[in-house]
């Protein structure tokens, strides 16, 4: 990671939280331009290209801006993106702002890998229990993994809290050795 990709993802978060906005929908809003960016070879050459003249990008910037719906803030910040040259890291610094907008709400990753398929009710239990681990509120990345064989292993940060059947055998294997 470049150090210009924290300083405009923090720049960008200062900027939503003082205006308030939905962070899960400016999430979104840049995820879609992101999208549309990478889908489009001539879009992207287009809009990195710095031998074309400035006013020409911005209309097409503002043409896909409404296109895909992207609020007026969200819109302003991948101009600035474009006009510094920077467009070609927008996912990475979406990814850095999305860090920082959790961290300033308070929000965890966390990653939850089940032997199972679970219900919705019991992903918002393991989810809860989750957000018990971590002191605060989660937002949990769910898989599955049959050689876990029964359980589930959570994720938060660099702590793993293993509770699968195969991390039990594993650890009563290791238990037993010993003796």
Do not use: C
Request: charged share 25%; aromatic share 6%; glycine share 8%.
């Amino acid at each position: 990671m470049a150090a210009f990709e924290l300083r405009y993802a923090r720049a960008f978060q200062q900027v939503a939280a003082a205006q308030n906005l939905n962070i899960d929908s400016v999430r979104q809003q840049v995820a879609d331009f992101a999208a549309t960016l990478d889908g489009s070879r001539e879009l992207r050459e287009f809009l990195l290209n710095p031998a074309l003249d400035h006013k020409d990008k911005v209309k097409v910037l503002d043409a896909v801006s409404n296109r895909v719906g992207l609020d007026k803030t969200v819109r302003n910040f991948v101009a600035v993106l474009m006009d510094h040259g920077r467009l070609e890291s927008l996912k990475d610094i979406a990814a850095e702002f999305s860090t920082l907008a959790d961290q300033a709400n308070g929000i965890a990753e966390a990653e939850i890998v089940t032997a199972k398929h679970l219900s919705e009710d019991e992903k918002q239990l393991l989810g809860s229990k989750a957000g018990a681990l971590a002191g605060s509120r989660v937002r949990v990345t769910w898989t599955q993994d049959a050689s876990l064989l029964g359980g589930a292993v959570i994720k938060l940060g660099s702590q793993v809290y293993d509770g699968s059947v195969r991390g039990q055998l594993q650890q009563l294997k290791r238990h037993l050795a010993g003796a």
